[in-house]
């Protein structure tokens, strides 16, 4: 499965960004494809994910902000970001995990969002 990322940008705190990933290859085994986040010095962590059948998770952060949201005939996932905070600037990485046991994991490009203040 291969990721493709776009849609990051420079945007004013409060102001909102879409982020869209497109998947290929064999995207008919993809379990649930999900955005991350690394900010400079952190550990890339959960942003969102959506599992097949459409359950959705969150981080605690993201709650209410942002909402994830997948086109299975495109194979496309979003990841709509509202009220941004200066504290939600880093790399977005967009994932999917594909295949039954063994699981695999593909990420696409980093996208940067940056949030001023």
């Known amino acids: 499965v291969q990721l493709q990322a776009s849609g990051g940008g420079l945007v004013q705190a409060g102001g909102s960004l879409r982020l869209s990933c497109a998947a290929s290859g064999s995207a008919f085994s993809i379990q649930a494809m999900g955005w991350y986040r690394q900010a400079p010095g952190k550990q890339r962590e959960l942003v969102a994910e959506?599992?097949?059948?459409?359950?959705?998770n969150y981080a605690d952060s993201v709650k209410g902000r942002f909402t994830i949201s997948r086109d299975n005939v495109k194979n496309t996932v979003y990841l709509q970001m509202n009220s941004l905070k200066p504290e939600d600037t880093a790399v977005y990485y967009c994932?999917?995990?594909?295949?039954?046991?063994?699981?695999?994991?593909?990420w696409g490009q980093g996208t940067l969002v940056t949030v001023s203040s």
């Open positions: 994932n999917a995990k594909y295949g039954n046991e063994p699981t695999y994991s593909s």
């Open positions: 959506v599992r097949n059948g459409g359950r959705t």
